[in-house]
């Protein structure tokens, strides 16, 4: 088994970039990539992103990909595949 580490960062609600459609057309475009190369991904999305395209990332191959969060911050938030995100402030 071979086990390759990679970085790449969307960030796609982040001020200086402000685009949530931007971050929907990139993580479709990256894990479409990683889907026809075979490969599993863990993907780590900002807080932010994650409520801005929900839906989506509720929508990957569980198979294949699973979802991390990327803050911070003390703030948790929990994806769920069944329902709406649930927001906590513990950590």
């Not at 071979?2 to 685009?19: L, M, S």
């Not at 949530?20 to 780590?44: H, P």
């Not at 509720?58 to 929990?78: A, C, M, P």
Request: hydrophobic share 40%.
């Amino acid at each position: 088994m071979c086990t390759c580490v990679g970085r790449w960062d969307c960030e796609a609600t982040q001020k200086a970039i402000n685009d949530a459609q931007l971050g929907i057309r990139a993580v479709r475009g990256f894990t479409e990539v990683l889907y026809r190369a075979g490969l599993q991904a863990t993907l780590y999305v900002l807080p932010s992103d994650a409520v801005a395209y929900a839906q989506l990332l509720r929508d990957l191959d569980q198979e294949r990909f699973e979802i991390g969060l990327h803050s911070t911050r003390k703030k948790r938030v929990t994806m769920t595949t069944a329902g709406p995100i649930r927001r906590s402030s513990s950590a």
